[in-house]
């Protein structure tokens, strides 16, 4: 799909069909609202680093970095991902450790989704244990109804309906990233 090209209502994903679930705008424009909400709320405490969780939130990390009107830093953790299947396998695998020195740093950790949440209590757990001066965490997508561990979530984009989910960053056998918006599985498909 070329980038100028109007945002489909369906697309089909690996013989699957997807429905628009939230716009290009509505993603941005919550985006945009975080950032300047990670600005104000970091103004008197320091530089925030940001550490997003490979591969999915690579698009998420890179728009929320933009969104922020003040200084951060990057870096990023790589965990395996579902491959093709569309639930969670619930073993979280580290592929990539972070580079950064995390002790004594304001860190918000970064992920696409947060679905059984397991991956993101692995990646919080395993940072914690780093000693950084703060420790917050940061979601695009949330499926409150998949949740098998509690994990708090200091900055969710949207609380979404319990169903797989592809684009902006997020991928059914490694396809579907490149998808501005985001589309969920059409099950009447
Ligand atoms: P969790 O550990 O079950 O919370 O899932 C975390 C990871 O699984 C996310 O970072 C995603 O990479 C992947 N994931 C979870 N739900 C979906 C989905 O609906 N579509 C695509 N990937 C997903």
């Not at 600005?39 to 698009?59: H, K, Q, S, T, W």
């Not at 319990?162 to 099950?187: S, T």
Request: net charge negative; glycine share 8%; hydrophobic share 40%.
């Amino acid at each position: 799909m070329p980038a100028t090209a109007a945002v489909p209502d369906t697309v089909t994903c690996r013989g699957e069909r997807f429905r628009l679930y939230l716009s290009e705008e509505t993603i941005q424009t919550r985006i945009r609202e975080i950032g300047e909400q990670i600005a104000a709320d970091y103004e008197d405490v320091g530089i925030p680093i940001l550490i997003g969780v490979l591969n999915g939130a690579f698009m998420f990390t890179a728009d929320l970095m933009r969104a922020i009107p003040a200084d951060s830093e990057v870096d990023f953790y790589k965990l395996s991902s579902y491959g093709e299947k569309k639930v969670s396998s619930g073993n979280v695998t580290e592929l990539k450790d972070i580079d950064a020195k995390l002790e004594g740093r304001h860190v918000i950790v970064v992920e696409d989704i947060v679905d059984t949440g397991l991956s993101m209590k692995y990646v919080i757990d395993q940072i914690a244990a780093r000693n950084p001066a703060s420790l917050r965490a940061a979601t695009l997508l949330r499926k409150p109804d998949a949740a098998k561990v509690e994990v708090e979530v200091d900055y969710v984009g949207f609380d979404i309906d319990n169903l797989f989910v592809i684009g902006y960053g997020l991928d059914y056998g490694q396809l579907a990233r490149n998808l501005r918006a985001i589309y969920i599985l059409d099950e009447e498909g």
